[in-house]
């Protein structure tokens, strides 16, 4: 682990972000039952899920502790990913 | 000789083989379940109230369970491979068992779920928005299994002889292989949950 952070706070970082994927998901299952427009629900959905994705890539993932040029070559499929949901998202307003 | 003298060639992305080929193989895994999220907006759109009546039948306090289970099974996998970089074969052992675990639970789920849709006789074949629900939570489903394989080999290996401790960069990879499938579910999750 080239971080420069010691085992225990490394696995105290992976603790906190377990916690913070449990809370995000009572979140973002709490907030279906109040209803804020169709395309709100969606747009609250989805920014949940990113926040949740990126915890998991950043920390479990270890692309915090990696070298920096993964993760531009990680951003581009999720580029292509993200362009595509987009789109056809838009396109079926 | 020349040519050979002066091309300039850049090692040192300070990334091993095994980890550089693990994200080249989940980049084009991010593409390869980009065309299911593709199909399934494009399947919405056309069929909107199909997907919505067909979604509430769906049990979101089972799928929410399941999703703290995949969560959970993250956290023990990238304990684990914490555990044998520092040389704790009992704490690997352990979190690799957990992980082993929580991933037959979700599959167990999953089943119980799939059992109880056929149980109404609803089957991938019964409108556009099952046909695209089983297919991504099927091939979802496949990913875990395909996951499980590799984590019981490990813990086979580490019961009869120990697991390297100089191997914990394998035990990294199928790490971030794990993770993905729990990246993947995360959007899954949402998707056909709970949006409509």
């Given at each position: 682990m080239a971080s420069g952070m010691s085992f225990q706070e490394i696995q105290k970082s992976y603790f906190k972000v377990f916690i913070a994927l449990l809370i995000l998901t009572a979140l973002t299952v709490a907030v279906t039952?109040?209803?804020?427009?169709d395309v709100a629900n969606i747009v609250i959905g989805v920014v949940i899920a990113l926040a949740k994705a990126g915890l998991v890539a950043y920390i479990f993932m270890h692309l915090k502790f990696d070298n920096k040029r993964l993760r531009y070559f990680v951003g581009i499929p999720i580029f292509f990913f993200v362009t595509l949901v987009m789109t056809l998202t838009v396109l079926g307003l | 000789m020349s040519t050979l003298a002066t091309t300039h060639t850049r090692f040192?992305?300070?990334?091993?083989h095994g980890k550089l080929g693990m994200w080249v193989f989940l980049a084009s895994e991010i593409m390869f379940f980009s065309g299911f999220f593709g199909a399934f907006i494009v399947l919405r759109n056309l069929n909107i109230e199909v997907f919505t009546a067909s979604a509430h039948m769906l049990d979101k306090t089972v799928a929410t369970v399941n999703t703290a289970v995949l969560i959970t099974s993250s956290l023990t996998m990238a304990l684990a491979h914490l555990a044998l970089e520092r040389g704790e074969q009992g704490k690997f052992r352990l979190f690799l068992f957990i992980t082993i675990l929580c991933a037959f639970g979700f599959l167990g789920i999953k089943s119980f779920e799939y059992a109880t849709k056929f149980g109404h006789?609803?089957?991938?074949?019964?409108?556009t928005f099952f046909a695209t629900y089983f297919t991504m939570t099927g091939f979802h489903a496949l990913h875990v299994i395909g996951g499980l394989i590799p984590m019981i080999w490990m813990l086979g290996k580490s019961l009869v002889k120990?697991?390297?401790?100089?191997?914990h960069h394998r035990v990294e990879a199928l790490g971030l292989y794990w993770h993905f499938v729990d990246l993947v579910w995360i959007f899954l999750f949402p998707t056909l949950y709970l949006i409509f």
């Open positions: 039952t109040i209803h804020f427009g | 040192g992305t300070g990334i091993y006789h609803i089957y991938p074949w019964t409108n120990g697991y390297p401790q100089e191997m």
